[in-house]
């Protein structure tokens, strides 16, 4: 399985884009990028996943590179309830059971 | 609609006691799965299940065992917990894409 780089942590002032990177430069042709978030104690969150074409739905928005070695997570417009843990994750399309944690990035969206 | 309900919220055991952890989804997922959590790491699979039936061993799956009789429901049993146990348990279930998660157990051996 492809193994994924994220920042241990991000800052963001409230209202503005968090624009939250993914470094999967392993990724095997058959492999999807996930996004997951994880709110202080609660069970994690899946946010949006997608192949090789850029991805929106109503919690954000996913943009990976043409060579599809990383990946973007965009919130648009951050709110304190933001604030998380956000988990990038590769594994292959149909295989649900192999998703994998890494330790994520710390997203804190500040006043 | 309750979505992955776990049962119970919190525990504390002895080390050597044994008890089962209860996953309930309403969502009607084949797939289900046991997490663990300890303090400032991710997420780590513990067991799962691809159907009623059916169970499959994840990446930490010792001193664990899980049943799934029923589609809706997955237990996961400690028969003698050790402090090394003390965790966050999630529980999670699926149907193609996304992994929808419980609120979580927290348990402590002691």
């Known amino acids: 399985d492809a193994k994924t780089t994220q920042p241990p942590s991000m800052d963001c002032a409230e209202g503005r884009a968090a624009n939250l990177p993914c470094n999967h430069s392993?990724?095997?042709?058959?492999?999807?990028v996930y996004w997951y978030r994880q709110i202080h104690s609660q069970g994690p969150q899946y946010i949006i996943h997608g192949l090789k074409n850029n991805e929106t739905n109503e919690m954000a928005s996913l943009i990976i590179t043409e060579d599809r070695k990383s990946s973007t997570l965009i919130l648009p417009h951050a709110t304190l309830r933001d604030t998380a843990v956000y988990y990038c994750i590769v594994m292959p399309g149909g295989s649900n059971y192999k998703l994998t944690f890494g330790k994520g990035t710390l997203l804190t969206v500040n006043p | 609609n309750a979505g992955v309900t776990q049962t119970p919220k919190f525990r504390v055991l002895k080390t050597g006691q044994s008890m089962t952890l209860l996953c309930a989804q309403d969502?009607?997922?084949?797939?289900m799965y046991w997490y663990r959590q300890d303090p400032g790491m991710g997420l780590r699979l513990i067991h799962y299940s691809v159907g009623e039936g059916t169970t499959a061993k994840g990446e930490v799956p010792d001193g664990y065992n899980v049943s799934r009789l029923k589609k809706q429901n997955f237990l996961l049993g400690l028969e003698s917990a050790a402090p090394s146990q003390t965790s966050v348990y999630f529980c999670?279930?699926?149907?193609?894409?996304?992994?929808?998660f419980g609120p979580g157990t927290r348990l402590t051996v002691t």
């Open positions: 969502m009607n997922h084949e797939y």
């Open positions: 999670a279930s699926s149907y193609i894409w996304e992994q929808y």
């Open positions: 392993t990724i095997s042709g058959n492999e999807y």
